[in-house]
């Protein structure tokens, strides 16, 4: 098996991660890729691709850190996780939540977590797999922007 190497995504990278963002269902313009990623990072979050040998990116691990209140430490948060169709069942992903689980540690977060849709079937058994246990449920809202105002 050809070892797999992550790396921080690029504006460059704006069409696999858009590609990769429409596996995971959220359909995505590249061109609005290089703000998002500057953003994430700017927040102190990583956007991370990995690959498969000298392949092209076949995916996608997005993570977020935060200060909570309920917790003696910051908390991670995988925010985004995809294989490649076509390269689901290579180890991939299983990389990508172990890579997830040592960026959560050199930032000195003390718990990491993840959220999926109610459709997730396969990433409901992935997880668990992992050491991610089900906890909880999330519970959710689409926020509209305010009208604008027009003078």
Same mark, same amino acid.
């Given at each position: 098996?050809?070892?797999?190497?992550?790396? /921080?995504?690029?504006?460059?990278?704006?069409?696999?991660?858009?590609?990769?963002?429409?596996?995971?269902?959220? +359909?995505?313009? +590249?061109?609005?890729?290089?703000?998002?990623?500057?953003?994430v990072v700017s927040?102190?979050?990583?956007?991370?691709?990995?690959?498969?040998?000298?392949?092209?990116?076949?995916?996608?691990?997005?993570? !977020?850190?935060?200060?909570?209140?309920?917790?003696?430490?910051?908390?991670?948060?995988?925010?985004?996780? #995809?294989?490649?169709?076509? !390269?689901?069942?290579?180890?991939?992903?299983?990389?990508? #939540?172990? /890579?997830?689980?040592?960026? /959560?540690?050199?930032?000195? &977060? #003390?718990?990491?977590? #993840?959220?999926?849709?109610?459709?997730?079937?396969? /990433?409901?058994?992935?997880?668990?797999? &992992?050491?991610?246990?089900?906890?909880?449920?999330?519970?959710?809202?689409?926020?509209? +922007?305010?009208?604008?105002?027009?003078?």
């Amino acid at each position: 098996m050809t070892s797999i190497s992550l790396r /921080a995504a690029a504006p460059g990278d704006a069409k696999v991660v858009a590609r990769l963002l429409g596996e995971l269902g959220y +359909p995505t313009a +590249p061109g609005d890729v290089p703000a998002r990623l500057e953003a994430v990072v700017s927040e102190g979050g990583a956007v991370l691709l990995a690959s498969q040998g000298d392949d092209e990116p076949a995916g996608l691990l997005a993570l !977020a850190r935060h200060k909570v209140i309920h917790a003696p430490g910051p908390v991670a948060y995988i925010t985004g996780l #995809v294989t490649a169709p076509e !390269a689901r069942g290579r180890g991939i992903g299983r990389a990508m #939540v172990e /890579a997830a689980a040592d960026w /959560a540690r050199s930032e000195n &977060c #003390v718990k990491l977590s #993840v959220t999926s849709a109610e459709h997730r079937g396969d /990433a409901h058994a992935f997880y668990p797999s &992992c050491g991610m246990p089900h906890s909880g449920r999330r519970y959710s809202m689409t926020i509209e +922007p305010p009208p604008r105002v027009r003078n």
